[in-house]
């Protein structure tokens, strides 16, 4: 077996599927904290190395190789604070994320569910539109300007008009613009039920969605774990 204490470069690799250069590699990244070398020059790896090498590629499905790479290299410069200034503001994010993905879903479930007597016709010019919706037209014009709202124009009056699509666009917007998102946080929304065709196929989108947020939830945790080992082994 080979000593913990006196690991080589492909000692590393293999556990991991990795090339010996790679390895390599990582150390000179600072992933991995400097390695002794012995008297013909070759790098001499430890156990703490090997437990480096797990934590780093742990921490990627979660927080992705360049923050991962970050919080490796603080912690090997004894900077600790910054690591977990990096993993805070990852878990702060997919807190944002979630809280997104609930908006859309009660925006989603508000418009799947209209009341007969609240059918819209083909069309709907920007007074009574906005009307609808409790805002200003002007309101809508910037949405327009912000490429969130896309309506044509009325062929007889040359007017805006805002077809069942552009409704469904305004309406999400206003619901997301109500939970304090952004216009350049809805655009990639509303282009996600554009390529879906539509709020019902956007189910599975969402489905997806929601196991994305989970699988990344989980990855964190996993990184942490390992993480933490990395830490009360130095």
Not at 104 to 126: C, D, N, Q, T
């Amino acid at each position: 077996m080979q000593n913990p204490q006196h690991l080589r470069p492909v000692d590393l690799a293999r556990e991991h599927g990795l090339s010996t250069q790679a390895v390599r590699n990582y150390e000179d990244a600072g992933v991995l904290p400097t390695a002794e070398r012995s008297a013909a020059g070759y790098r001499t790896y430890t156990a703490l190395h090997a437990q480096a090498l797990r934590s780093f590629l742990a921490l990627i499905p979660g927080h992705g190789h360049q923050a991962s790479t970050s919080i490796m290299r603080a912690v090997n410069a004894g900077n600790l604070d910054e690591a977990l200034s990096i993993i805070d503001d990852a878990h702060a994010r997919l807190l944002e994320d979630r809280g997104t993905l609930r908006a859309v879903e009660r925006a989603l479930a508000e418009l799947a569910s209209p009341s007969p007597r609240h059918a819209e016709p083909s069309g709907m010019f920007i007074g009574p539109l906005a009307h609808k919706l409790g805002i200003e037209p002007a309101t809508l014009r910037k949405w327009e300007r912000a490429g969130l709202i896309r309506p044509i124009r009325d062929r007889q009056t040359g007017y805006r008009l805002y077809t069942a699509s552009a409704v469904r666009d305004a309406q999400v917007t206003r619901q997301l613009r109500r939970g304090g998102y952004l216009l350049e946080q809805i655009e990639p929304i509303l282009s996600e039920i554009r390529t879906a065709g539509g709020i019902e196929p956007l189910r599975g989108v969402l489905t997806d969605w929601h196991n994305g947020l989970s699988q990344r939830g989980r990855a964190m945790l996993t990184g942490a774990a390992e993480l933490n080992t990395y830490l009360c082994g130095r």
